[in-house]
């Protein structure tokens, strides 16, 4: 409720456990690329777009959203290509 999701992805078996969500569900388990038009969308994404949030414990009793850019994502891959090595195998 709190992040307001427009579009949650998630798998079937997970259905029982999703919460109401205002927003659209696509089952990742049981989508079907060719019920959607293949063609490349033009995206005006950036570093600066929200990639996903994530959210605190709620040690305060309350979870906090935490929103993470793209470019925080493409550091941390980067980084842990180097250190600790992650490879296309993991």
């Not at 307001?4 to 659209?24: I, S």
Request: overall charge negative; cysteine-free; glycine content about 6%.
């Amino acid at each position: 409720e709190d992040a307001r999701v427009e579009v949650l992805l998630t798998q079937q078996h997970l259905a029982d456990l999703v919460p109401d969500v205002h927003g659209h569900i696509v089952y990742l388990d049981s989508y079907s690329p060719n019920e959607h038009n293949s063609s490349n969308p033009n995206s005006n994404v950036s570093g600066e777009n929200l990639a996903y949030a994530i959210y605190t414990s709620g040690s305060t009793g309350r979870p906090k959203g935490v929103q993470i850019r793209h470019s925080a994502v493409v550091n941390f891959l980067s980084s842990m290509s180097h250190k600790p090595g992650i490879v296309s195998e993991d």
